[in-house]
């Protein structure tokens, strides 16, 4: 449905010219959303397969070894709809204190977003609220190290910024004034916590998404808080357990109609065609998740029965298997800090594995030698190949 405006345009010099910044309505829509037979049966369809997702990870016998390298994809994703060229290998070496190919800023990026994911999950598991608080601590963190840093992490814009163009009079969208955002950023937080207004939270979250994005409301990083926006509502009412879900490839897929769609709803209000596509990026990153969730078990099992089968020393054996697990790209000296085992156990058990066909040896040098999990790492990398 096509409703108009959903906003207005208010006047503002900045940078020594005038431009027409734009400042939307609050949430929910008016007219209110008309959900058809069609796309509330893709929205029944997307709440399913996240119900799919959640029930896959029940099944898995530590969710938090998979749950840790779940969150560095989505990093690692969502960074590159950004333009960093940081890989998910280079995120696990850069925390393996060893030098990724890439430039530090790059992975150091990644690395925020993981730091902002477990501390936005972390709070949420507290019962602190999904608040403007939040998002700023969150936000905070993102930003903490390197590009960013210089760039008010934590704090709302108190400058006009704009999206894409050299300078706001040539740009293809203008947010809200500084003096704006605080007021935008309220009725959003409202609009989140209206249980008068029912709106199931999947619809919620995709209104959420877009106004946030369209508010703009901090100097960097919106992007990428956006779509961190996505998971922790989800998980905030209990539709997610864990953030398995992540949309960021989807979206880059994508990214050329997921930017037209968002115009869309700010200049003739077509928020129905918006929750298609929302509904859409959803059922298929759930389905992509439940896939590699049991590839990864079946992966992971089918190894374990491989070690149990040296016998005496697939104890110490299965010990370092469990910590690449966690660190799937590690060297000798991690893994002895890891497990508590003696440097010669460990690289014997690391030679083992080698034969197994379960590592390699990535290095091709005598020392400080790292080793890969590598059908582990096979699993997680597919569909990391995004197009420009």
């Known amino acids: 449905m096509k409703r108009g405006l959903q906003g207005k345009y208010v006047t503002v010099s900045t940078v020594g010219e005038e431009v027409k910044a734009y400042l939307p309505n609050q949430l929910p829509p008016s007219p209110p959303l008309a959900v058809d ?5 893709k929205l029944d369809q997307a709440m399913l397969e996240l119900g799919c997702l959640g029930g896959v990870s029940d099944l898995l016998p530590d969710v938090g070894q998979f749950l840790y390298m779940y969150i560095r ?36 990026e990644v690395s925020n977003y993981v730091a902002a994911m477990n501390h936005g999950m972390k709070r949420l598991s507290e019962g602190f ?16 190290k390197g590009r960013g840093n210089k760039q008010s992490p934590g704090e709302f814009r108190r400058s006009q910024n704009w999206i894409g163009g050299t300078r706001p009079g040539n740009a293809g969208f203008v947010p809200p004034t500084a003096d704006a955002v605080p007021e935008c950023m309220a009725q959003l937080e409202m609009f989140l916590h209206d249980h008068e207004t029912v709106t ?6 995709a209104l959420a998404h877009v106004q946030f994005e369209t508010i703009h409301p901090f100097l960097d990083g919106n992007g990428r808080l956006g779509r961190l926006l996505i998971t922790l509502l989800l998980c905030d ?32 209000g077509d928020w129905e065609k918006w929750l298609d596509f929302f509904a859409d990026a959803v059922i298929v990153s759930a389905r992509q998740g439940i896939k590699v969730t049991r590839e990864l078990h079946e ?4 190894d374990r029965r491989a070690i149990n089968g040296l016998g005496r020393a697939a104890s110490s054996v299965l010990q370092v298997h469990q910590a690449m697990l966690a660190h799937p790209i590690a060297g000798a000296q991690n893994l002895v800090r890891f497990t508590g085992l003696t440097p010669a156990t460990a690289n014997k058990a690391l030679r083992q594995l080698e034969t197994l066909g379960i590592v390699e040896e990535i290095t091709r040098q005598k020392r400080n030698r790292l080793f890969r999990y590598r059908r582990y790492m096979d699993l997680l990398n597919a569909g990391m190949e995004l197009p420009e």
């Open 37 to 41: 037979g069609a796309l509330q049966a």
């Open 73 to 108: 994809k989505e990093a690692v994703l969502s960074s590159m709809i950004e333009g960093t060229q940081s890989s998910l290998s280079d995120l696990l070496m850069f925390e393996a204190d060893e030098s990724p190919g890439v430039p530090l800023n790059d992975v150091q």
């Open 129 to 144: 609220p999904l608040s403007l608080r939040l998002l700023r601590e969150i936000h905070q963190t993102l930003l903490a």
């Open 200 to 205: 199931p939270i999947l619809v919620r979250t």
């Open 237 to 268: 009412s209990g539709i997610l357990r864990q953030p398995l879900l992540y949309v960021s490839y989807y979206f880059k897929l994508h990214r050329q109609y997921y930017y037209e769609l968002l115009n869309e709803v700010r200049m003739d």
């Open 299 to 302: 992966l992971v099992e089918a």
